[in-house]
Structures are given as structure tokens and as C-alpha cells.
């Protein structure tokens, strides 16, 4: 008897957590988020820039939210300029802004800012190790 009584006190209470978790999806899902968008700082990187760009897209690429990866080159002097700027033509959400004066990518990085109503991030990629990093955080910002 309370064997029964305590099977379906918690298939009642089973029942109740999928009917809240489904309801819960339905709501973010027709609710419009806010877009997601990059702001990458770059530096000689042509090794490993198109790696870590096209990673970005294609953990970007299903996610719910709007996407706009912008690309700043604070004065590289090897290709990086160039493999962006490819990878550009196929990819509408990817965008790249060269600073001629390395010493000057502080204040384009502030018009980037202000120019867009929603930057979610900014990441300096000129160091080597934070690389990794900034796969991992978009792990969260884009599945949450």
C-alpha cells in the first residue's frame, strides 16, 4: 500500500518536472535572443587563424542566436590579413577591420563597440594561451 502510493507520488512528481521542462523550452524558443556577437583582436596569427575561425563558426552555427564574429588585426605582418579576408567571402557573419597603427587598435576596438548595439565579447587572441579559452567560453555563450 505505501509501496504504490510512494511509486506514484513520484511519478506524479516525474510527470510535473517534464510538463515544467517542456513548457520552459517552448518559452526560449519563441522568445527572440539577443545576437551574439565577437570581437576577435588578432596579431600575426596566420597559423592558426583559420582554425580557430572556422571552429567558431561551426560551434556558432546552430546555435539559437544571431551571430557576427568580427575579426581586428592590430598590425599583423604576415597573411592573417589575407586568410580573414577569404574566409570572409564565404562566411556573412564574419567581418575583419585592419588597424594600421598597431599602437591605435585600443580606438578602433572602441568604435567596434560603440558601432554595435550588442558585443557579448571581446577576446584578445594575441596571446598565444588564451586560444583555448575562448572556445570554452562559447561553449556557454552560445548553448548557455
Same mark, same amino acid.
Given at each position: ?26 518559452? #526560449? ?24 575561425? #572556422? ?11 544571431? #551571430? ?59 596571446? #598565444? ?16
Amino acid at each position: 500500500m505505501w509501496g504504490a502510493l510512494f511509486f506514484w507520488l513520484l511519478a506524479g512528481y516525474g510527470a510535473l518536472c517534464i510538463v515544467w521542462q517542456a513548457s520552459q523550452r517552448l518559452r #526560449r524558443r519563441f522568445q527572440r535572443p539577443r545576437p551574439l556577437s565577437l570581437v576577435l583582436v588578432v596579431e600575426n596569427a596566420e597559423d592558426e587563424i583559420e582554425g580557430i575561425l #572556422r571552429l567558431l563558426l561551426l560551434r556558432t552555427a546552430f546555435g539559437m542566436r544571431e #551571430r557576427r564574429i568580427v575579426v581586428l588585426d592590430a598590425g599583423s605582418t604576415d597573411d592573417t590579413g589575407a586568410i580573414v579576408q577569404r574566409l570572409c567571402q564565404d562566411n556573412p557573419a564574419l567581418s575583419y577591420v585592419r588597424v594600421a597603427d598597431p599602437a591605435h587598435w585600443l580606438d578602433a576596438l572602441a568604435q567596434l563597440c560603440l558601432a554595435s548595439p550588442h558585443v557579448s565579447c571581446v577576446y584578445d587572441l594575441r596571446q #598565444r594561451t588564451s586560444w583555448h579559452d575562448t572556445i570554452q567560453d562559447l561553449q556557454w555563450l552560445v548553448h548557455g
